[in-house]
């Protein structure tokens, strides 16, 4: 069974690493700033005693204030898992920075997102609609759609 | 191989996206009679008849099925293709993969924009004379998915259907009811279905084709 990690434990560590940066705690995620992403991802990816390895899913939210897009990341090797969040406030020009330079599964994900949620992710190097086709109108998965 | 970079690949997306917005709007437009290509002089000529029945028998007791399955009903479809209902005693048992070799077109499941234009493909790369079949709920009118931003309201939008099977899923007896109404519809389907209709009586009960020995 894999064990969530207690955000206390994460927290601490990225804050050490990332001094002055944003980091926040709700529930059982950890929340950073969205031009971030990629960075905090690599050093989840490579700190020792962590070492998420595997992104198991990435998906995005809807809150009307604002979008978060959420990390749901797996050490195969500690077998641990922990959730990491990113809110985006700008609804027009929403942009996260890409974690397919951590994880290369993360392409199509974020092709997802981008299709059906309209957020950019900076340093995609495909980013293009995945499920609908080219020149549709709008973003379907936002809540304002139609 | 004609190794394909990304500039063709955005050519491609495009090129795709324009095909299924024209899709789209044509959709909007009434429908059409998908028996006004038929000839009026054709209809009218008398010699036609026995060449007619001779060959609507060949057509309605062979049919070779292209089928595509894009949603659930394609397992009650392929239920229906299992020893219990035997269809080889009706003559469609056998599928083509080639839309270039069949004669009817099934259609069971959902059909979402994107599908659309790949399926219109095939229908134009069927000779004639072809006849589509729209089984399941989501095939004859979008079902549920209706209203979706994704989802063709009916596939009577992309292309002409001949029979609808209703059902979501339809069991695989009423496929085989649709398909044997299909074949009362290609045996009518002459140039002078007046005088045959008349001769044979095929309302009273289709099910007995002058076939002899199904």
């Known amino acids: 069974m894999t064990t969530a990690l207690k955000t206390e434990q994460v927290v601490s560590q990225i804050a050490a690493a990332f001094t002055g940066a944003d980091i926040k705690v709700d529930g059982p995620a950890v929340i ?13 990816k490579s700190a020792p005693g962590l070492e998420f390895d595997y992104l198991h899913n990435l998906t995005s939210v809807d809150f009307m204030d604002y979008f978060e897009v959420v990390y749901h990341l797996t050490s195969l090797k500690h077998n641990h898992s922990m959730v990491l969040k990113t809110r985006c406030f700008d609804r027009n020009n929403a942009e996260v920075a890409s974690v397919t330079g951590v994880w290369r599964g993360a392409d199509f994900q974020e092709r997802e997102v981008y299709d059906l949620m309209g957020i950019k992710f900076t340093g995609h190097p495909n980013l293009k609609r995945i499920l609908l086709w080219d020149g549709f109108l709008g973003h379907p998965l936002r809540r304002d759609y139609l | 191989m004609e190794v394909v970079g990304p500039e063709s690949i955005k050519q491609l997306d495009s090129s795709e996206g324009q095909e299924i917005n024209t899709l789209i709007e044509r959709s909007r437009l009434p429908l059409t009679d998908p028996d006004q290509w038929l000839d009026e002089d054709l209809k009218r000529n008398t010699a036609m008849i026995a060449t007619d029945a001779v060959l609507n028998w060949g057509r309605l007791n062979s049919i070779y099925m292209h089928a595509t399955g894009p949603a659930c009903c394609i397992f009650e479809f392929l239920s229906a293709f299992t020893a219990r209902f035997d269809v080889a005693r009706y003559g469609w048992e056998i599928f083509r993969p080639s839309p270039r070799q069949a004669d009817v077109f ?60 209703p059902g979501c899923p339809p069991r695989p007896e009423a496929y085989l009811y649709g398909m044997l109404a299909l074949q009362e519809k290609i045996w009518k389907s002459s140039s002078k279905k007046q005088i045959l209709e008349g001769t044979y009586k095929f309302k009273q009960n289709f099910r007995q084709f002058p076939s002899g020995n199904r």
């Open chain 1, 32 to 44: 950073v700033a969205p031009d971030m992403v990629n960075k905090v991802c690599a050093f989840l």
């Open chain 2, 106 to 165: 099934v259609i069971a499941g959902t059909v979402t924009w994107k599908m659309a234009v790949q399926l219109r493909r095939l229908y134009d790369q069927m000779p004639e004379p072809k006849w589509v079949v729209a089984m399941g709920a989501c095939a004859i009118s979008g079902g549920t998915f209706r209203e979706s931003y994704s989802v063709t309201p009916g596939v009577n939008r992309i292309m002409p259907v001949d029979v609808y099977i």
